[in-house]
Structures are given as C-alpha cells and as structure tokens.
C-alpha cells in the first residue's frame, strides 16, 4: 500500500504565495516521476508540473515563471510553490506519484492524493 499526504492548501488573495507538500510513504521501491495536478469545479483534471528522478521539469504554460516544482529523493516528498497567484488557480491540488512498489515489480504505478483545495480571491 502506497499513500501520499498532501499539505498546505489555503485561501490567499491574488498575488500572494503559497507551498504545497506531498509525501508518497508505504511499500516503496523506487519513485520515477512526481507530479501536481489541478482540478477546477466542472473542469478536467490538468497537469500543473513534473519532476522526473533525474529532476528533468515540465510545466503547463498557464504557471511558467510563477511556480516551482522540486523534490527531495530522501523524503519521498515533491514541493510545489506557486507564487504571484491568480483567481484562475482556483482548484483542488493533487499529488501524483509514479513508482515501482517493491524490487519485483514489473511495471510502475500511478498513486494520487486525497487533494488540497487552493482557492484564490481577487
């Protein structure tokens, strides 16, 4: 079993900063990629950014140059922070994690969140 808890989800006022945390803990081998997705009410859910092992980073274009996604390998734990927001980041946060759960898997796994809600007000 695989869980990832998620923190730091609030309500802040345009402009303003906030740090999402998720740490993936249970029965780990190995994590490939790590991730954040949002969700708006009624929308689908979109990649935010990604952190392979390797740190090689994607982001979508609607956050580039305003968040930061790292990683700390020891920790399990990928770090998004998202600063200059805006009312459009509205939604719920989710962590994904993409790992191999013990030595003798044979292929990855996709893990999620419960998700955070970040709600933005202008």
């Known amino acids: 079993q695989v869980e990832l808890a998620e923190s730091g989800g609030g309500l802040v006022q345009a402009g303003e900063s906030l740090r999402l945390s998720c740490t993936a803990s249970?029965?780990?081998?190995?994590?490939?990629?790590m991730g954040w997705y949002r969700q708006a009410p009624g929308k689908q859910r979109d990649v935010v950014a990604t952190?392979?092992?390797?740190?090689?980073?994607n982001y979508a274009d609607s956050v580039k140059g305003r968040f930061i996604i790292s990683r700390d390998n020891a920790k399990n734990t990928v770090y998004l922070q998202m600063n200059s927001l805006k009312p459009e980041d509205t939604a719920v946060y989710y962590c994904n994690a993409n790992l191999y759960p013990s030595r003798s898997s044979t292929r990855s796994y996709d893990y999620w969140g419960q998700g955070t809600q970040v709600t933005v007000s202008s």
């Open positions: 952190i392979t092992s390797g740190r090689r980073l």
């Open positions: 249970g029965s780990i081998f190995s994590i490939n990629a």
